[in-house]
Structures are given as structure tokens and as C-alpha cells.
């Protein structure tokens, strides 16, 4: 819940995961390509939420500028980046085949 109430970046993941849910619904994807969704938005929430600890611990342990705070944070931080360009990657591998239908 502290991570739902303080972090701005678990805000938008939820919101983009209700969205394609959404959409998933509408498009009506298999069963597998459901469960791929909910791991990738578990992944994330899940990502978002070990970032968020980390951080917390590496400001509990010092208010000072220190070089090795500076990489767990940024480290943690570029674990959710890359695992959002991943999940980015997935949608549109899972998605463009059901867009691609659309269009036509």
C-alpha cells in the first residue's frame, strides 16, 4: 500500500496495466497471452516495489551524497527501466498481430 499511496511510477504502471486489460478484453487474446500479461504486469509491479525498498534502505543508511548510494539507486532504477522497455517489446509482439486485424 506504501508504494501505491507515495511512488508516482506505480501509478502509471497500474493505470497502463488497467488499460491493457482493457484492451485485452476487447481484443479477446488467448489464454496464454494472458497469463504473458499478467506476468509482465506482475514483473513490473513487483520490480517497482523492490526499487521503491531499495531506495528506502540506501536513504535510511545515509542523508549524505555517496558515491555507492548513488549506484544502488540508480542500479534498481535501471532494473525497472529495462524491464519496462521489455514489457514495452512483449506488447507489441503480443498485440500488433490483433492491430495489424483491426486495421484491414
Do not use: C
Not at 482493457?22 to 489464454?31: A, D, E, P
Not at 526499487?51 to 543508511?61: F, Q, R, Y
Amino acid at each position: 500500500m506504501y508504494v501505491l499511496k507515495k511512488e508516482r511510477n506505480i501509478k502509471i504502471h497500474i493505470i497502463i496495466a488497467i488499460f491493457m486489460i482493457l484492451l485485452s478484453l476487447y481484443l479477446n487474446i488467448s489464454k496464454i497471452e494472458w497469463v504473458v500479461l499478467f506476468l509482465i504486469i506482475g514483473g513490473m509491479v513487483v520490480i517497482e516495489i523492490i526499487n521503491t525498498a531499495i531506495e528506502n534502505v540506501v536513504d535510511l543508511v545515509t542523508e549524505d551524497f555517496h558515491p555507492l548510494a548513488k549506484i544502488a539507486k540508480d542500479v534498481a532504477a535501471s532494473a525497472a527501466l529495462v524491464f519496462a522497455v521489455v514489457a514495452v517489446v512483449v506488447g507489441i509482439i503480443l498485440y500488433l498481430p490483433y492491430i495489424v486485424q483491426l486495421v484491414k
